[in-house]
């Protein structure tokens, strides 16, 4: 009889209820649909962590951006300092020079003074002498 039901494209599953499709099609179908779901659903998942992971990475490159300017400005300070630096420095050696120079010149001008001190100090003796 059952050969016959199928013939007419009607068929008898487990429990014994007259289906128009076969019973293993009907089953292999059902396990699709629920591998489908099941598919879907681990493909949401799969995009929910892809968002969450594209939100990380963002500010990570925030952070990475906020850092790179940051060590950027810290870089450029630090040369503003070192040519500062450098600026004094040479302001300092101009100074020692300018020191310098007024060292020898008064150095100079002690031994011309003293000369005349020493003159003056042996005319002040003949004088006394002549007297």
Known sequence: ???ELQKAGLFIDDIYRLRVQDPRIAN???ELREECLEYA??????????VEFDKILKNYA???EKEKLRA???QNRL????????AEQQLYQSKIHE??????????EYQYLQRVESEQQELI???LMNQ
Do not use: C, H, P
């Not at 040369?79 to 450098?86: D, G, I, L, S, V």
């Not at 020191?99 to 100079?108: M, P, Q, T």
């Open 28 to 30: 292999e179908t059902n």
């Open 125 to 127: 003796n003949n004088y």
């Open 99 to 108: 020191k310098n120079l007024e060292l020898e010149r008064l150095k100079s």
């Open 72 to 74: 950027i400005g810290t």
């Open 1 to 3: 009889m059952s050969e």
């Open 62 to 64: 925030k952070d990475v």
């Open 41 to 50: 659903n681990k493909l949401d998942e799969f995009k929910k962590l892809a």
């Open 79 to 86: 040369k503003t300092m070192a040519k500062q630096r450098q």
